[in-house]
């Protein structure tokens, strides 16, 4: 469940089909006609919200309450990307361009001269 949205994703990249299909229900949610969609979607948000405000759920023993945090967590994951699959997909694409591993920033990393590395 954790890589569900990086699953589809991958799909997305890696199928045009799927990609054509998922262009068009971003269309869709976006439309006058989709709105109805789209704030069915968000009332769900809100209600899992709530949810977790609730009296009930702070009743909860630590290990209930956090099984229930992760599930509504990964639930909420899932109607965004429902709600906005474009956006979704957009953010996660910047975010893997914005950040480089660490062993490629440590690579150019400008040395001075009689470093530790031996570089001049």
Known sequence: MKNLINELIDTYNNYDEFKRQLENYHRFVNSEDGKFVYDIFQTLKLTLTLE??????????????????????QIDQILDFLMRPMGVINEKKSRTMTYAPKSMVAATKPTRKGNKNGRN
Not at 52 to 73: C, G, H, M, N, W
């Open 52 to 73: 977790l405000l609730s009296a009930r759920f702070t009743k909860l023993p630590a290990t209930e309450k956090d099984v229930q945090q992760r599930t509504i967590y």
